[in-house]
C-alpha cells in the first residue's frame, strides 16, 4: 500500500527536489541540508534584496565555490 502511494509521487519528487531527488536511494539528510540552507539565506535577506550576483551565484548549477560563498554571506551580514 505504502509503496504504491510513494511510486505515484516520484515525478512529483523528482520535480521538486530536482538531481538531488534519486528515488528510492535519495539522500534525504543532503535534501534537509539543502532546505535549512535555503531557509538561512532566506531569513538573512528577508528585509532585504539578496544582490543579483549573489543570487545567480548561489542558484546556478553544480557546486559553487564555499569560499566565495561564505565572504559573500559574511559581508551580507555586517549590513
Given at each position: 500500500?505504502?509503496?504504491?502511494?510513494?511510486?505515484?509521487?516520484?515525478?512529483?519528487?523528482?520535480?521538486?527536489?530536482?538531481?538531488?531527488?534519486?528515488?528510492?536511494?535519495?539522500?534525504?539528510?543532503?535534501?534537509?541540508?539543502?532546505?535549512?540552507?535555503?531557509?538561512?539565506?532566506?531569513n538573512?535577506?528577508?528585509?532585504?534584496?539578496?544582490?543579483?550576483?549573489?543570487?545567480?551565484?548561489?542558484?546556478?548549477?553544480?557546486?559553487?565555490?564555499?569560499?566565495h560563498?561564505?565572504?559573500?554571506?559574511?559581508?551580507?551580514?555586517?549590513?
Amino acid at each position: 500500500m505504502y509503496k504504491q502511494i510513494i511510486d505515484s509521487e516520484l515525478e512529483n519528487l523528482k520535480v521538486v527536489f530536482g538531481d538531488r531527488f534519486t528515488g528510492y536511494n535519495t539522500n534525504w539528510e543532503q535534501i534537509f541540508d539543502a532546505l535549512a540552507w535555503t531557509d538561512e539565506w532566506h531569513n538573512l535577506f528577508a528585509n532585504t534584496a539578496m544582490p543579483s550576483k549573489l543570487l545567480n551565484y548561489v542558484t546556478s548549477e553544480g557546486k559553487g565555490n564555499k569560499v566565495h560563498i561564505m565572504e559573500w554571506l559574511e559581508q551580507a551580514e555586517r549590513i
